[in-house]
């Protein structure tokens, strides 16, 4: 990718302090994946690759589909699927197996809280005795960036190991900094979430990524949603960047949240559900965790007491889902703004997917 990730470095330049202190051996940082090893031979490069999730309207998945019942436009008009495989999670099983990415986020979460979480999620990887019926990562979101625990694992008693070895942080960042925390929290947030996304490209497979905690600050004070040209272009390429990495890494989204989601929040990411087209329409809104979510097709939770319970629902189904691809168009501008729709044939189902995308060279 022509950028990597340089346009988002800029937007969500950390402070100095953030990073200041090196971690300890025990603490490590996000240690970069390996390329894949062979690409799709169905899929073809510069093929725009998608997971579509269906289900019915007892929220129970539908296997069975064929290509002919799926119906996907760009940008409203009618794109042809390439491939199409489907898988039910018994007989047609995903290979890799799709990988569970846990991420407790201590930016965000009060500190009077992560006690519960680490519970809840000693609760959840001690199920079945501790076999886990996918592989999970552990990673933590910290002030100084993200921390990844060992590699995937479907053993959850080792798993609640390593959980025990962590020590819980007190964030620098406090209410007392006010509209300048709150920035400083989005952009921990997002810049973590985009390490995470461009780490996660170099492996194959799709990935559920289960985000544990409120979400950072969605930022609608005047100063926040108004500001200058150069800010709005920045904003503009860190949404580009990150819309496309999510897709490139097959990372679904979701977001569970435990005793108490953060109020400040609330509903007001609705307001930034569509695709931004345009540098000019651009805001840090459009970065927020419940926005990532529902556009990359995954599931909002909580606030609640069963956190295992949530994290359970997101993931009940990982291996039940389709996989196609299709051709963008040849030929446009860097950037130009995609809008996809997914329709179905059959009545009373609701399909999820990707919501859109940010047309780029096929030569990566």
């Avoid at 569970?100 to 009077?112: A, R, S």
């Avoid at 990524?209 to 709005?232: C, M, T, Y």
Wanted: net charge neutral.
């Amino acid at each position: 990718m022509r950028r990597s990730f340089v346009a988002l470095a800029v937007v969500l330049l950390l402070a100095s302090s953030a990073g200041a202190q090196s971690p300890s051996p025990s603490d490590p940082v996000l240690v970069r994946r390996p390329p894949p090893r062979a690409s799709n031979p169905l899929q073809r490069d510069g093929d725009i690759h998608l997971d579509v999730t269906v289900h019915d309207a007892q929220d129970k998945p539908v296997p069975g589909l064929e290509p002919w019942d799926f119906h996907l436009t760009d940008n409203g008009k009618p794109a042809k699927i390439l491939s199409f495989r489907g898988f039910d999670g018994v007989v047609a099983r995903p290979n890799p197996p799709v990988e569970v990415i846990l991420v407790i986020d201590e930016v965000n979460l009060p500190f009077q809280q992560v006690a519960f979480v680490r519970s809840e999620l000693t609760q959840f990887l001690r199920q079945n005795g501790g076999r886990l019926p996918q592989p999970v990562t552990l990673m933590q979101l910290t002030d100084k960036g993200v921390r990844v625990r060992p590699r995937p694992t479907t053993d959850g008693n080792a798993l609640v190991n390593v959980l025990d070895q962590i020590s819980g942080r007190i964030s620098y960042i406090n209410p007392a900094m006010g509209g300048d925390g709150a920035l400083e929290r989005l952009q921990i947030s997002v810049r973590g979430m985009a390490d995470i996304a461009e780490n996660e490209a170099a492996r194959p497979g799709r990935k559920l990524l289960v985000w544990i905690g409120p979400g950072w600050p969605v930022l609608e004070s005047a100063r926040f949603l108004r500001p200058d040209d150069k800010n709005r272009r920045r904003y503009f390429d860190a949404i580009v960047e990150l819309t496309n990495k999510l897709r490139e890494a097959r990372i679904t989204v979701n977001s569970v949240s435990g005793l108490s989601g953060d109020p400040r929040n609330g509903m007001a990411y609705q307001r930034f559900l569509d695709g931004v087209p345009t540098p000019a329409e651009a805001s840090g809104g459009y970065l927020a965790l419940k926005v990532l979510v529902t556009r990359t097709g995954g599931r909002i939770l909580g606030p609640g007491n069963d956190l295992a319970e949530q994290i359970n629902a997101c993931i009940a189904d990982a291996n039940a889902f389709y996989s196609i691809s299709f051709n963008p168009p040849a030929e446009e501008p860097l950037d130009t703004y995609h809008e996809l729709a997914l329709q179905l044939d059959k009545a009373g189902l609701t399909a999820k997917t990707t919501a859109g995308y940010y047309f780029d060279s096929p030569q990566k």
